[in-house]
Each structure stands twice: as structure tokens, then as C-alpha cells.
């Protein structure tokens, strides 16, 4: 995670920690693309009232009356753009970071901003629906009949189409609630967003992630019910939040850079000092890995494989890397020991793997780096293959994946090599 601060960066590690998140917006998270929400001051029932435009019953008595209500808001809700609050939720869900996206609103903006999985409980104005036939049509052909009649008229049979928005006396769409209700339930963080919480039912989704024992986050400007009950409530603009929780869930930029001849100068300055910390355990030092390989592409970042006598480290030696600024990852799935300090970027500059002198660790990694050294030709092919991997992948999982895939033959080839020589 990259650094954020106070309470945006407690909100990203909420998203961390407690999965899957599922977030549950309101008119909210709309309002910074110019759409007004329903209860603020200047919201639209300060305007309208709601029993005369959104209620079914006023709709067959006078379906005009309630079109000259909608045919405004269908133009300024297809014209709005998605704000920095859809778009870093649909970045957090292309992450695996947000499984769904419960909304009340109407608008298109989630699903225009990229979500997959929206669970749109009070309808949309995607489509329209004629009462009479029974027909639906999409938004592309509702908006010139709008511009054509106001109201638009059916295009089989005549009668005035009605927007598939769920009107105040109307059930909600079949099984929209019911998904709703299950993902809530598997919630470990319920994330709202721009919601009063007082239309109801969805206003008790907060409470069926409580019960199922998840925890609740609120990003909204006003007070809502569930504020006391939540693990974080943040009175602050949805777009500014939610910008910062994705920047600061953001991966660093995948980086390949080409060959440093400072990379052995730096290997050699920094492996003075961490053996200096590691002490008389030590038997030998060796820059390992990509930045050891004259020509290679490589990550920036120095490996420096430490052979030791005994791999147990007493706690003065971490006590000591950490004096150099080194973080301590203990095992890491590694026979050995790793450690790591950052530049003042806060980039990954150096790795110690301290490991078994003579063990296998270290002849496998003096193998490939060996290997690579005494055949240029295929140092160069696989820094081709590091450059195009990084210019093709989105993820740094997706990169390492790759890589090793094209890893694992040539280190076979390094592997027998090494066996002969
Ligand atoms: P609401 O109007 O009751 O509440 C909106 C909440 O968002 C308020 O509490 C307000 O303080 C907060 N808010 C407004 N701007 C914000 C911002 N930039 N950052 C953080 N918080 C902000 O809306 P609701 O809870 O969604 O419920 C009312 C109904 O409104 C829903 O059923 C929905 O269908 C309908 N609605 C939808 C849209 C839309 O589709 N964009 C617009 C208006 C109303």
C-alpha cells in the first residue's frame, strides 16, 4: 500500500483488511457530476414534491405532468459524467478490492465509470417500459422520443412509455433486493457512500452486515443512522475520499529499467554495512539477481545474498539491519532470511537474503545470475521479454507470472550449465 494519511489511509486498510468490501451508494456519490441528491438543501424534493412526480399511482393519472418532471432529468443524467468517486470504485473492483456495487441510484454513472457488478435496487433509467404492451426500449431510443414529445409514446401501441425507475409505491426489481441482502450479509467492510440511509429497505443493509458479524464504513456529509455503530465515518467529499483510498491502494508502477553500471558500486557500499550488522556469521557476500548482469534490465533493486554460518539470526542482527533502515520479513517463504530497506521515494532499493552458506538457495541464485553473465545473447532476450511484459501487464502479479513462465526454462538451461562447470 502507499502512504496516506489519517483517516483516508484508515479507510484503506478497512478495504484491506476486512474483504470482501461491497459498497452501498447513494445519490451522494452523484452529486460532484452535477446531479442533485434528494435531501440536501438544495436537493430535488426541495422542488418537487415526490407524492406528485414519483409515486405510481400520479404517474397513470398523468403520465405528461410526470414526463415534464423526468424529460429534464433524463438529459442531465445521460449528459453527466462519472466523478473520481465511480471511477476509483470501479478501479477498486477491476482489483479484486471491491466485490460488488449496491446502488440506489438511477443513474448510469457505476456502470459508465467501468463497475462490472452493479445492483442497481431502485431501477435505472437505462430502459423504458410501456404499461399498455408490455415493451421495453433502451435509453438510445427513449431520448428522441423524449426530444420529440416530451412524453415519449410508445413506439408499438402509443401509450406513454414509464421509466424503469422504482417509484415510491412500487415493488423493487425482482431479486435486485434479495442479491443486495446476501452480499451485505457476506460483507466483511459495507462501505456507504453518499447515502442519507432513510429510504428503506436498503437503509437496513448496514444492519445485516453487523449481525453477519462485518463491519461498516460511512463516506457521507451528513449524519446517518448507522454512524454509531461504524468503524469509520468520514464526513468528507466522495470523489476526494474515494480517490485517495485508490491512490493509496495503487500498486507502485511496475519498473524495468535498463542496465546501471552504478548498480555494483551501490552493491558494493551497501554489502560493507549490512555485514558489518549481520557480524561474524557471515562467511560471504554476493550481488545476486538481475543488477548483478551487466546489460540486464532489471527492477532497481540490489540483491545482496548474504551466506551465513547458521540461518537462526539473534535479535541484536535484526536489531542492527533495522539501525540501517532495514525492514524485517523474516522467512517469506524462503529458506533464509529477507530483508529490505526503501529510497527516499519510498521504493523497494535493496533486498538481503541472508541463506545457508553452500546451501541450494545460493547455488541456484549464483547459477542464473552465473549463467546469464557468460551468455549475453540470452541476457539480452530476457531483458526484451522483462521490457515487453512490463509494457503489456496490468498487474504486478500478472508480470511475475508471466516472467516466471519464461524464468523456469532458462533457469533449467542455467541449472545444467552450472552442474558442468
Ligand atoms: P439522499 O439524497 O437521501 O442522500 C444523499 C446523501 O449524500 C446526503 O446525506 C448528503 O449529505 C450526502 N452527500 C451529498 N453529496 C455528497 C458528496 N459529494 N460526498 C459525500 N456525501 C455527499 O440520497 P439516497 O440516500 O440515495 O436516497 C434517496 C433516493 O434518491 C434513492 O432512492 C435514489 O434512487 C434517489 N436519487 C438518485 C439520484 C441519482 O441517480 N443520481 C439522484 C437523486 C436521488
Given at each position: 500500500?502507499?502512504?496516506?494519511?489519517?483517516?483516508?489511509?484508515?479507510?484503506?486498510?478497512?478495504?484491506?483488511?476486512?474483504?470482501?468490501?461491497?459498497?452501498?451508494?447513494?445519490?451522494?456519490?452523484?452529486?460532484?457530476?452535477?446531479?442533485?441528491?434528494?435531501?440536501?438543501?438544495?436537493?430535488?424534493?426541495?422542488?418537487?414534491?415526490?407524492?406528485?412526480?414519483?409515486?405510481?399511482?400520479?404517474?397513470?393519472?398523468?403520465?405528461?405532468?410526470?414526463?415534464?418532471?423526468?424529460?429534464?432529468?433524463?438529459?442531465?443524467?445521460?449528459?453527466?459524467?462519472?466523478?473520481?468517486?465511480?471511477?476509483?470504485?470501479?478501479?477498486?473492483?477491476?482489483?479484486?478490492?471491491?466485490?460488488?456495487?449496491?446502488?440506489?441510484?438511477?443513474?448510469?454513472?457505476?456502470?459508465?465509470?467501468?463497475?462490472?457488478?452493479?445492483?442497481?435496487?431502485?431501477?435505472?433509467?437505462?430502459?423504458?417500459?410501456?404499461?399498455?404492451?408490455?415493451?421495453?426500449?433502451?435509453?438510445?431510443?427513449?431520448?428522441?422520443?423524449i426530444e420529440a414529445h416530451g412524453?415519449?409514446?410508445?413506439?408499438?401501441?402509443?401509450?406513454?412509455?414509464?421509466?424503469?425507475?422504482?417509484?415510491?409505491?412500487?415493488?423493487?426489481?425482482?431479486?435486485?433486493?434479495?442479491?443486495?441482502?446476501?452480499?451485505?450479509?457476506?460483507?466483511?467492510?459495507?462501505?456507504?457512500?453518499?447515502?442519507?440511509?432513510?429510504?428503506?429497505?436498503?437503509?437496513?443493509?448496514?444492519?445485516?452486515?453487523?449481525?453477519?458479524?462485518?463491519?461498516?464504513?460511512?463516506?457521507?456529509?451528513?449524519?446517518?443512522?448507522?454512524?454509531?455503530?461504524?468503524?469509520?465515518?468520514?464526513?468528507?467529499?466522495?470523489?476526494?475520499?474515494?480517490?485517495?483510498?485508490?491512490?493509496?491502494?495503487?500498486?507502485?508502477?511496475?519498473?524495468?529499467?535498463?542496465?546501471?553500471?552504478?548498480?555494483?558500486?551501490?552493491?558494493?557500499?551497501?554489502?560493507?554495512?549490512?555485514?558489518?550488522?549481520?557480524?561474524?556469521?557471515?562467511?560471504?557476500?554476493?550481488?545476486?539477481?538481475?543488477?548483478?548482469?551487466p546489460g540486464l534490465a532489471a527492477?532497481?533493486?540490489?540483491?545482496?545474498?548474504?551466506?551465513?554460518?547458521?540461518?537462526?539470526?539473534?535479535?541484536?542482527?535484526?536489531?542492527?539491519?533495522?539501525?540501517?533502515?532495514?525492514?524485517?520479513?523474516?522467512?517469506?517463504?524462503?529458506?533464509?532470511?529477507?530483508?529490505?530497506?526503501?529510497?527516499?521515494?519510498?521504493?523497494?532499493?535493496?533486498?538481503?537474503?541472508?541463506?545457508?552458506?553452500?546451501?541450494?538457495?545460493?547455488?541456484?541464485?549464483?547459477?542464473?545470475?552465473?549463467?546469464?553473465?557468460?551468455?549475453?545473447?540470452?541476457?539480452?532476450?530476457?531483458?526484451?521479454?522483462?521490457?515487453?511484459?512490463?509494457?503489456?501487464?496490468?498487474?504486478?502479479?500478472?508480470?511475475?507470472?508471466?516472467?516466471?513462465?519464461?524464468?523456469?526454462?532458462?533457469?533449467?538451461?542455467?541449472?545444467?550449465?552450472?552442474?558442468?562447470?
Amino acid at each position: 500500500m502507499q502512504s496516506a494519511t489519517g483517516e483516508t489511509g484508515r479507510l484503506a486498510e478497512l478495504v484491506l483488511e476486512h474483504r470482501p468490501c461491497v459498497v452501498l451508494t447513494g445519490a451522494g456519490v452523484s452529486t460532484e457530476s452535477g446531479i442533485p441528491d434528494f435531501r440536501s438543501a438544495s436537493g430535488i424534493w426541495a422542488e418537487f414534491d415526490p407524492r406528485e412526480y414519483a409515486m405510481l399511482g400520479a404517474f397513470r393519472r398523468d403520465p405528461e405532468k410526470v414526463w415534464r418532471f423526468y424529460a429534464p432529468r433524463f438529459a442531465m443524467l445521460t449528459a453527466a459524467e462519472p466523478n473520481p468517486a465511480h471511477l476509483a470504485l470501479a478501479e477498486l473492483e477491476r482489483r479484486g478490492l471491491v466485490r460488488a456495487v449496491v446502488t440506489q441510484n438511477i443513474d448510469p454513472l457505476h456502470e459508465r465509470a467501468g463497475s462490472r457488478d452493479v445492483i442497481e435496487v431502485h431501477g435505472s433509467i437505462r430502459t423504458s417500459t410501456c404499461l399498455g404492451c408490455g415493451q421495453r426500449y433502451p435509453l438510445a431510443e427513449v431520448i428522441p422520443l423524449i426530444e420529440a414529445h416530451g412524453a415519449p409514446p410508445c413506439p408499438a401501441c402509443g401509450r406513454i412509455l414509464k421509466p424503469d425507475v422504482v417509484f415510491f409505491d412500487e415493488l423493487l426489481p425482482e431479486g435486485a433486493m434479495e442479491r443486495a441482502t446476501a452480499l451485505a450479509q457476506e460483507a466483511g467492510l459495507l462501505l456507504v457512500v453518499g447515502s442519507s440511509l432513510e429510504v428503506y429497505p436498503v437503509a437496513d443493509l448496514p444492519r445485516s452486515t453487523l449481525a453477519a458479524g462485518g463491519k461498516v464504513a460511512v463516506v457521507n456529509r451528513t449524519p446517518t443512522w448507522v454512524d454509531d455503530r461504524a468503524e469509520l465515518v468520514l464526513r468528507e467529499s466522495a470523489g476526494e475520499t474515494l480517490g485517495a483510498v485508490a491512490a493509496a491502494l495503487r500498486e507502485p508502477p511496475l519498473e524495468v529499467v535498463e542496465y546501471d553500471p552504478e548498480w555494483p558500486r551501490r552493491y558494493e557500499a551497501e554489502a560493507d554495512l549490512v555485514c558489518a550488522a549481520l557480524g561474524a556469521d557471515v562467511v560471504h557476500v554476493e550481488h545476486m539477481g538481475s543488477t548483478a548482469v551487466p546489460g540486464l534490465a532489471a527492477k532497481p533493486v540490489i540483491d545482496i545474498s548474504v551466506g551465513l554460518r547458521r540461518v537462526e539470526l539473534a535479535a541484536e542482527r535484526i536489531a542492527a539491519m533495522d539501525q540501517l533502515g532495514y525492514e524485517y520479513l523474516g522467512e517469506n517463504n524462503l529458506p533464509g532470511r529477507l530483508f529490505f530497506r526503501k529510497d527516499d521515494a519510498g521504493r523497494r532499493a535493496y533486498h538481503v537474503h541472508a541463506v545457508e552458506h553452500d546451501g541450494g538457495h545460493w547455488h541456484r541464485h549464483r547459477a542464473f545470475r552465473d549463467y546469464l553473465r557468460a551468455h549475453p545473447e540470452e541476457a539480452v532476450r530476457y531483458a526484451a521479454e522483462k521490457r515487453r511484459l512490463a509494457a503489456q501487464c496490468e498487474t504486478h502479479e500478472e508480470y511475475w507470472a508471466r516472467k516466471q513462465a519464461y524464468v523456469d526454462p532458462l533457469f533449467e538451461r542455467a541449472w545444467s550449465w552450472y552442474g558442468r562447470g
